[in-house]
Every structure is written in C-alpha cells, then in structure tokens.
Nanobody
C-alpha cells in the first residue's frame, strides 16, 4: 500500500510545457508505474506506463497515441516518477493521477494492457495518488 503524491500541475498556454512529479512513500522498485488523466464526466485515460527494475533501470515506456511524441515518462529516483509534457494542447487539460502496481511485470506493464485494465475494482493492488490539475488554454 504505497502512498503516492502528485505535484507539478498548473495552468499553461497551448504549446507550453509542464513536468509532473509522483513521489512515493516507499521504493518503487519492481512496480509498474503509470500516469492517467481524467476530465469530469469522461472515462479515465491511460497516458503512459513504465516498469521500475532493480537499481535505476526501467523498461521501455508505453504511451497513449494521444500523447506519443509529446510526453515522456521517466524514473527520477527509487521513490519518484515524472511526466514531462511538451507541446501541450487544450485537450490535455485534465486531472492527472499516478498509479503504482506491485504485481504487473513486463511486458504486461508496458504494453498498454495494464493501463487498459485499470477499471474500478479490476486491479485491486493498484495504488493511486490524489491527482494534480493541468489546464491548457488556447
């Protein structure tokens, strides 16, 4: 039951950049980590995922088509993950959440499958942060 806290959200103009941070209460080694976003009234969307291997190694990353080429998910250290967001668009506006799953190994974690499985009650071991708001104006 790792606790996660997101930060870094804010308001930017279209084309701008933001870097989000997800800090965990414990080491994220052997966790599948992901970023998700949700707009009120809409379904939660998986943005990116990555697996934290032993040491400072990570798996290749998964990205939703909507953010591919613009966003980068990265390991900052054993207890922190980031999401660099560039060339932001108004449609990127959402509440962004980070998630951690201790039972989702590669390639399940970084293929898009794990992200797609984050439905209510389906992955009970997944831990979620409280979110950070991102607003992109045109």
């Amino acid at each position: 039951q790792v606790q996660l806290v997101e930060s870094g959200g804010g308001s930017v103009q279209s084309g701008g950049s933001l870097k989000l941070s997800c800090v965990a209460s414990t080491s994220l080694t052997d966790y599948c980590m992901g970023w998700f976003r949700q707009v009120p009234g809409m379904e939660r969307e998986g943005v990116a995922s990555i697996y934290f291997y032993t040491g400072d190694r990570t798996s290749s990353s998964y990205y939703a088509d909507s953010v591919k080429g613009r966003f980068t998910i990265s390991r900052v250290n054993a207890n922190e993950m980031s999401l660099q967001m560039n060339s932001l668009k108004p449609e990127d506006s959402a509440m962004y959440y980070c998630a951690a799953d201790p039972a989702a190994p590669v390639p399940y974690c970084n293929s898009g499958s794990w992200v797609g499985d984050q439905m209510p009650g389906k992955r009970r071991l997944t831990n979620w942060g409280q979110g950070t708001q991102v607003t992109v104006s045109s």
